[in-house]
């Protein structure tokens, strides 16, 4: 999803539609924007929070799970990966398979809830880390790929994206 310019048309207007909705479930665009810069300015990871919530005074986001520091790790060396070969999971014989299988595993059954401060704003929505293809194949959740890791120059090039004629 963070290399939004390698993807085909088809697949940027999937990405960009299904981000246009979560953002106007959280109040439009900017309130979107606005929620991603702050969880890119904060230290530690907004995931590690031990509370298990990030809030900004436009909204919040809570989850259901306490997401330790290595397990971040390993999933962000995974993202380089799915990156190169279109999946979260290494080969089987790789030396790390086992790691980053269990940070699925550990990852998968946790729900995001993104909630606007005000009802008005919108209904808020929700997503998990991954989407899991078949046995063999996973692949992380495009709208947390986005709300977490991509730049937010990216998530507004994908918001603004626009179908060639």
Not at 88 to 104: C, E, G, R
Not at 125 to 145: C, E, M, R, S
């Amino acid at each position: 999803m963070c290399d939004f310019n390698t993807l085909n048309d088809e697949d940027k207007m999937i990405h960009h539609q299904k981000l246009l909705d979560c953002a106007n479930k959280f109040g439009g665009k900017n309130f979107f924007l606005h929620l991603l810069e702050a969880i890119r300015e904060t230290k530690p990871h907004p995931l590690t929070a031990g509370n298990s919530a990030f809030e900004i005074e436009l909204g919040s986001i809570v989850w259901n799970k306490v997401i330790f520091n290595d397990k971040l790790q390993l999933l962000i060396k995974a993202r380089i990966n799915e990156s190169t070969q279109n999946n979260l999971l290494p080969l089987k014989d790789a030396k790390n398979y086992k790691k980053i299988l269990n940070v699925i595993r550990t990852l998968k059954p946790i729900v995001f809830h993104v909630k606007p401060a005000h009802v008005e704003d919108g209904s808020g929505f929700f997503f998990q880390a991954f989407d899991i293809i078949d046995k063999d194949t996973t692949k992380l959740n495009p709208v947390f790929d986005a709300v977490f890791f991509c730049s937010v120059a990216t998530v507004k090039k994908v918001l603004n994206y626009e179908a060639r004629k």
